[in-house]
């Protein structure tokens, strides 16, 4: 048999080399990478979603759970109609359950879906966090302009007609009575304004 006429074992074929399997893992990579970075939400998508008290409680629920962890829709609303009903889950009744369930199936959870805030699967009715609500979360807990007070401006006031009383009493003459007297009602007006601060605070972290 001629060199020409001996069969060839592979040739003219070219596997995929190393280098360019691994091109392929890399390109194949990041893109995925990619796909699964959060967009970036306009402040006014962020408002928007956060301006209703369901979809926020919803985000809270969610928050609290296991990375990628999935809950029913069932049990969403469940916990979203106690909140709104100020009761327990057991103590529900089935129209506090259904004006809630029917709420979050029609409007809120597809309108959170299509903004990439939650992955909502209306076939099966799971839902769960999807990567923008990261965005989300700085804003969540912050307290609106309404519910922040300054109190560091009534103190000023407070020590401001503190200081003039006893100025005005000392350059009228009053006696050491009258002027403990004043001294007292300034000290119980701090220990007043302090006690309504503490009181506040206490209702805002329960």
Not at 54 to 75: A, I, K, N, P, T
Not at 160 to 176: C, E
Request: with cysteine; net charge negative.
């Amino acid at each position: 048999m001629s060199t020409q006429d001996q069969p060839t074992t592979g040739a003219g074929i070219e596997d995929p080399t190393p280098t360019d399997s691994e091109s392929v893992e890399t390109a194949a990579s990041d893109a995925e990478t990619e796909q699964s970075e959060p967009e970036d939400l306009s402040l006014d998508l962020i408002f928007e979603i956060l301006k209703n008290s369901r979809r926020r409680e919803v985000l809270h629920y969610l928050r609290d759970l296991e990375d990628d962890e999935r809950v029913s829709l069932g049990e969403l609303a469940e916990h979203v109609a106690a909140i709104e009903n100020d009761t327990t889950t057991d103590a529900l009744t089935s129209s506090q359950r259904k004006r809630v369930y029917v709420g979050l199936y029609q409007c809120h959870l597809p309108k959170m879906d299509d903004m990439g805030v939650v992955d909502f699967n209306q076939d099966r009715g799971h839902v769960r966090l999807a990567p923008a609500a990261e965005h989300l979360m700085e804003y969540l807990d912050r307290p609106s302009d309404e519910a922040v007070v300054d109190w560091h401006h009534y103190y000023a006031v407070v020590s401001g007609i503190g200081v003039a009383i006893l100025g005005l009493s000392a350059v009228m003459g009053f006696s050491g009575g009258v002027l403990l007297t004043l001294l007292g009602l300034v000290v119980a007006t701090f220990a007043f304004c302090s006690g309504v601060h503490w009181l506040v605070d206490a209702r805002a972290e329960a």
